[in-house]
């Protein structure tokens, strides 16, 4: 108490009243600051838990798609076989036939 008397005898009442509010105003944006900080801290957590969930059933998507992938692979490329297998039947037939 005899500090904020002796700053109001040293520079005036207005200076040190502006003094005063300048520090409650810089005490307040602290705590909002400091408020604002752990919300942003929870908030980051739920997004980064919301990420990993989403990563997750991309990834048993993309699994499965590579399944259905390779099986439309192997019917093709039997369905190619079988259509180069009635080629050949086709050329060895007419060879003999001719």
Request: charged fraction near 25%; proline fraction near 1%; charge should be negative.
């Amino acid at each position: 108490m005899d500090s904020v008397v002796q700053l109001i005898n040293e520079v005036g009442f207005p200076i040190a009243a502006a003094i005063g509010l300048g520090m409650f105003i810089w005490k307040l944006i602290n705590k909002i600051i400091d408020g604002m900080e752990t919300k942003v801290d929870v908030l980051d957590e739920k997004v980064s838990a919301q990420i990993s969930e989403i990563e997750a059933r991309l990834g048993q998507k993309l699994d499965s798609q590579h399944g259905i992938l390779v099986a439309l692979i192997d019917r093709v490329r039997s369905e190619i076989m079988r259509l180069l297998d009635k080629i050949r039947f086709s050329r060895l037939y007419l060879e003999y036939h001719s």
